[in-house]
C-alpha cells in the first residue's frame, strides 16, 4: 500500500454507484494518406471512445474495549495507550487485508492483481471481454524456475507492455511475492540495480529494472506484476478512506466501539499497458 501511494496509484475521488473508466482504445479507423488532394474523407462519426465500468466496495475494521479495561488502564498511569494502540492496529489491519485482496483473484468484489492482470492475457474486467477484444489484452509470460532468463522475460513483457521505445506509459512498478524478488536479485549479482540508495547504510530494500522499482509482498507469490500509475489504480472514496467512525456506546454491553471504513476498487483504463509473468 505504500508502494503504491508512493507511486501515486492511490487515487481519491468521489463515487458513485460505478466507477466509469473513459477509454480511448484505438487509433482512429479514418486515418490514412491522401492519394490526391481533394480525395473525399469519411463523414461517419468517430468511434474511438469506450468506458470500462467498476463497482466500488467496502471493507470495515471495527475495535471494541470496554470500561472495565479503560478502569484497568487509567490514563494517569497508563502503561500502554489502550484506545489509540487499538485504533493503530485497525488501520494496520485494513491496509493489510488491502494489500493482501491486491493479490488474489476477488474479496467479496473487490478486484484482486490475479483478474486485472491474468497470465492467460484475457479476462473480462470492466465490462470488457479480452478474448473479443484483443487490444485489451495484457502481455504475460513464463520465466524459468531457476531464474537463467527471467531478465530476458522481464525485457520481452516490459516491451510489449511500453509499445515502443520512449514510451511514456511504461510500466513504472512492479511487485511479486519474495521468491521472484529474490531470484531477479540473485541474477544481477555482482551488477545489482538498486533505488533508494540513501537506505544503504541499513540495507537495500527496492531493486530496480529499467526504470521501474521492484518491491514484494508477503502477500505475493511467483507473479511478477508490471504497472504503471496512469493504467493500473485502486479508486477510493474521497470522503471515505480510511474514515474513523464517532465512538458509540454498546447497547448490549459496558464498552465502546468504533470502525475504520473505506470504499474503493481496482481500476484499469488500460489493460493492455499492464503484464505479467509467472514461474514456468
Do not use: C
Amino acid at each position: 500500500m505504500k508502494e503504491l501511494e508512493r507511486l501515486g496509484s492511490i487515487v481519491h475521488r468521489s463515487l458513485g454507484p460505478t466507477i466509469e473508466a473513459t477509454l480511448d482504445y484505438r487509433r482512429n479507423p479514418d486515418a490514412g494518406f491522401l492519394a490526391y488532394d481533394l480525395e473525399p474523407t469519411a463523414t461517419t462519426k468517430t468511434e474511438v471512445i469506450t468506458a470500462a465500468s467498476y463497482t466500488p466496495v467496502p471493507i470495515s475494521v471495527p475495535y471494541v474495549w470496554t470500561k472495565m479495561e479503560e478502569v484497568m488502564n487509567p490514563t494517569e498511569n497508563q502503561k500502554i495507550a489502550l484506545v489509540k494502540s487499538k485504533a493503530t492496529n485497525a488501520v494496520e489491519s485494513h491496509d493489510e487485508l488491502i494489500e493482501e485482496a491486491i493479490f488474489a483473484t476477488s474479496t467479496q468484489g473487490f478486484l484482486g492483481l490475479a483478474t486485472i492482470i491474468p497470465t492467460t492475457g484475457q479476462g473480462t474486467v470492466g465490462g470488457i471481454d479480452a478474448s473479443l477484444e484483443t487490444w485489451w489484452r495484457n502481455s504475460a509470460d513464463t520465466y524459468e524456475a531457476d531464474g537463467s532468463d527471467i531478465e530476458a522475460v522481464f525485457t520481452e513483457v516490459w516491451n510489449n507492455a511500453s509499445k515502443g521505445s520512449g514510451a511514456t506509459l511504461s510500466p513504472k512498478g512492479m511487485v511479486s511475492g519474495s521468491e521472484p524478488h529474490a531470484l531477479y536479485e540473485s541474477q544481477l549479482t555482482p551488477l545489482i540495480r538498486y533505488q533508494d540508495l540513501g537506505t544503504g547504510d541499513s540495507g537495500f530494500k527496492v531493486l530496480a529494472f529499467k526504470t521501474a522499482r521492484y518491491v514484494f509482498s508477503q502477500f505475493g507469490g511467483t507473479k511478477v506484476y508490471f504497472h504503471n500509475p496512469k493504467s493500473l489504480n485502486i479508486v477510493v472514496s474521497k470522503q471515505y478512506f480510511r474514515d474513523l467512525g464517532p465512538t458509540i456506546n454498546l447497547q448490549n454491553g459496558e464498552g465502546f466501539k468504533r470502525s475504520i471504513f473505506s470504499a474503493l476498487q481496482t481500476v484499469t483504463d488500460n489493460k493492455s499497458r499492464l503484464a505479467v509473468v509467472d514461474e514456468a
